[in-house]
């Protein structure tokens, strides 16, 4: 195992920031502190761990330029985007944290209906020690939210980011500690692969991971042995349907936005636009002459940026060849380059005239690729949109709302959005997850923080004679239950 990693610019290929990996050892270690400090961080009430997520929501608003800053060199984004896509929902989501987590966090009395002689309630405990893993294409924010909203539930945290962005993940970790939480109750090891075994392997007590479908399963492999739960968050395939009702411009909009924002790096980016066929041709029309307007380039403000994680061009290449061997037409883009350093940079692309026996359509591609297909009719799109293993996120056009709203409802995703694209992830109160390959469980969200509690149930009775109907010795016979059971349940 390497002992250090390196990031790098992949606009510059220069050498960013470099981190000792953290062995078996040193990352049971990091949990052994985390478990210490949950000793004390865990039994904190919502009021006392209030003014630390304000803390947090003040220092991510604090050093803005220095979050965007770091992420624009690791990624390869542009410094806005990298604002407005991480630490926007960064900063909300520490707000709402410290806003909302006592309130959904609170115990709850609980119907005893027809046990009236009962009351019982429900406590959201924190389950302890957070192992978080996360990827490299939104390292700041995929590092931080799920970091602060376990804080948040009274969990600590062993984060571990990409290698490929560790500086974000540091940054995490340092802002952290700025803010003046307790020692131990972020902790950071650094490393690839086998340093986040090792922290799955350990005694953790949730995992939250987010990345590849092919990783999540070796995590779920691997958190089976100790029956450790898990919040999976895998990515997608994500549809993008044009209905012959939709305002075609702005749609054509949304979709080059969608698809093209960060190079396409996004788990929620539009990868497949169904558009029926009476509005194909206008729509198609927009999307290339968007495209055509774009820049891309290893500069700082350029729309499409190369990819931040040069290996994975691989892929998106082997997507395009094999839809190009099966017919598809490329309209845009296709080629890429390499830029200084040794960086890659994909030209935004537009590929029409595809099916899903290709690649591009079953299979994730985490580039700046559009595929483009004609369908005859609403009902077809809606067949083909839910043709996936994936179900991360969907979006619909069309100029009647309600038409809208059903055909979000029959999408088969965890994430919907009607006329938008891509914002559900930026609402904090809304949780975020999927369905089949994407992953289960809810990373933001009231759901979000309930998923790193467990919810402990309490009961008690109201009076206490000294025996109960229902204890030996048995004092009501099967036709006087039957009876209680009618008198109090039949409808
Ligand atoms: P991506 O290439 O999109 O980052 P990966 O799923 O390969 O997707 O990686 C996501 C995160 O998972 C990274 O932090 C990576 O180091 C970590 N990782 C990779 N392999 C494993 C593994 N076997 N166990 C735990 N974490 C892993």
């Not at 220095?66 to 707000?95: C, Q």
């Not at 987010?210 to 958190?223: E, F, L, N, V």
């Amino acid at each position: 195992m390497a002992d250090t990693i390196t990031t790098t610019n992949p606009r510059t290929g220069e050498a960013l920031a470099t981190y000792p990996v953290a062995d078996a050892g040193e990352v049971q270690a990091a949990v052994t502190r985390a478990r210490k400090a949950f000793a004390d961080w865990g039994h904190r009430t919502h009021e006392e761990r209030r003014p630390y997520l304000t803390a947090l929501q003040r220092v991510a608003v604090d050093n803005v330029d220095r979050i965007g800053e770091v992420i624009a060199a690791e990624t390869g984004r542009d410094r806005g985007d990298a604002l407005f896509s991480e630490v926007l929902p960064a900063a909300a989501g520490a707000r709402y944290a410290a806003k909302q987590a006592g309130r959904i966090l609170a115990p709850r009395k609980a119907s005893a209906w027809p046990l009236l002689t009962r009351k019982g309630w429900v406590e959201y405990l924190p389950r302890g020690v957070a192992a978080i893993i996360t990827p490299w294409n939104y390292p700041f924010n995929l590092s931080w939210n799920p970091t602060v909203t376990a804080v948040a539930a009274g969990c600590t945290v062993v984060l571990k980011p990409s290698e490929v962005t560790a500086s974000a993940g540091q940054l995490v970790k340092d802002l952290a500690d700025e803010a003046g939480l307790p020692s131990g109750v972020v902790e950071v090891v650094h490393g690839a692969g086998e340093t986040g075994a090792a922290l799955v392997a350990d005694e953790v007590d949730i995992i939250s991971f987010t990345g590849s479908p092919a990783t999540g399963r070796k995590i779920a492999h691997a958190a089976a042995e100790r029956l450790t739960p898990l919040i999976l968050e895998l990515g997608g395939n994500d549809a993008f349907v044009v209905l012959e009702d939709a305002d075609v411009k702005r749609a054509a909009r949304g979709a080059l936005w969608g698809g093209m924002l960060n190079a396409g790096q996004t788990c929620v980016a539009v990868e497949r636009v169904y558009v029926v066929d009476a509005v194909y041709d206008d729509f198609v029309a927009e999307l290339t002459k968007g495209a055509d307007q774009l820049n891309a380039g290893a500069g700082d403000r350029n729309d499409v940026g190369p990819i931040t994680f040069p290996p994975r061009a691989a892929i998106i290449e082997r997507q395009l060849e094999d839809a190009r061997s099966k017919g598809a037409t490329i309209l845009r883009g296709g080629t890429h380059s390499e830029v200084p350093g040794g960086g890659v940079l994909f030209q935004p692309t537009i590929v029409t005239d595809v099916d899903h026996t290709m690649e591009l359509m079953q299979r994730e591609t985490f580039g700046p690729v559009l595929a483009v297909m004609r369908v005859p009719d609403e009902q077809a799109a809606l067949e083909l949109a839910n043709d996936s293993s994936y179900g991360l996120h969907g979006s619909v056009w069309t100029r009647n709302r309600e038409r809208g709203a059903a055909f979000a409802q029959a999408m088969r995703t965890g994430t919907v959005a009607v006329n938008d694209v891509m914002v559900n992830a930026g609402f904090a109160d809304l949780p975020f997850g999927g369905v089949g390959e994407s992953g289960y469980g809810s990373n933001w969200g009231p759901e979000g923080l309930r998923a790193f509690c467990y919810p402990k149930t309490y009961t008690t009775p109201r009076v206490s004679p000294r025996s109960e109907l229902w204890w030996f010795p048995r004092r009501i016979s099967a036709r006087a239950w039957k009876g209680l059971i009618r008198l109090t349940l039949r409808r």
